[in-house]
């Protein structure tokens, strides 16, 4: 079982940036790939960024250029720096960590923390 902790959220006026963290419980949390989601009011929920255990990572078109997915696997913490924000980036961000099991594969999600960026 892994517990995601999110923080970092909040209000920022358009142009501005964030950094999101999300802490992770237990020891294993360098096999885990490592995601962030949004989901905005009325809107599916929606992949933003990823980085995998390797160290790689893949991006929404829409954020490209803008945030930035990293880890930390001594701190079990994933990071995403969020720039040049625009009043579309509103939404409650959503941490996630899985990884491949014989059958399937485990998930886990974060509670969600609240980024508003005003126009």
């Known amino acids: 079982q892994v517990q995601l902790v999110e923080s970092g959220g909040g209000l920022v006026q358009a142009g501005g940036s964030l950094r999101l963290s999300c802490v992770a419980s237990g020891s294993t949390f360098r096999i885990y790939d490592m995601a962030w989601y949004r989901q905005a009011p009325g809107k599916q929920r929606e992949l933003v960024a990823r980085i995998f255990s390797g160290g790689s990572t893949d991006y929404a078109d829409s954020v490209k250029g803008r945030f930035t997915i990293s880890r930390d696997n001594a701190k079990n913490t994933v990071y995403l720096q969020l720039n040049s924000l625009k009043a579309e980036d509103t939404a409650v961000y959503y941490c996630?960590?899985?990884?491949?099991?014989?059958?399937?594969?485990?998930?886990?999600w974060g509670q969600g923390t609240q980024v508003t960026v005003s126009s």
């Open positions: 996630n960590a899985e990884r491949a099991v014989l059958v399937g594969s485990l998930r886990y």
